[in-house]
């Protein structure tokens, strides 16, 4: 098994966006949320993002690619 991080803006770069046209904010977030586990099923990383540091690594993640007003304020 290769142990190697695979590169997070290639797995999830192009894929992860936040869905702005969703008026309920609680809804808004809960498919970012589904996108961002489909995306790591998809690609056979749930491994990656299990346990104490793969919650923290996928905590990362979410914030990493929340558009930008957003996360500014958590920068």
């Known amino acids: ?3 190697e991080l695979p ?3 290639d797995l999830f770069g192009c ?3 936040f869905d702005d046209a ?3 904010v609680e809804a808004r977030m809960t498919a970012y949320f589904h996108l961002a586990n489909a995306i790591i099923k998809r690609n056979g990383v749930t491994a990656l993002f299990s346990g104490d540091d793969g ?3 996928k905590c ?3 914030l990493k ?3 930008g007003p957003l996360s500014k304020e958590y920068n």
Do not use: G
Request: aromatic share 4%; charged share 40%; hydrophobic share 40%.
């Open 15 to 17: 894929e992860l966006r």
């Open 7 to 9: 590169d997070m803006n």
């Open 65 to 67: 690619f929340l558009p």
């Open 55 to 57: 919650i923290k690594r």
């Open 22 to 24: 969703t008026p309920d």
């Open 1 to 3: 098994m290769n142990k």
């Open 60 to 62: 990362e993640v979410l």
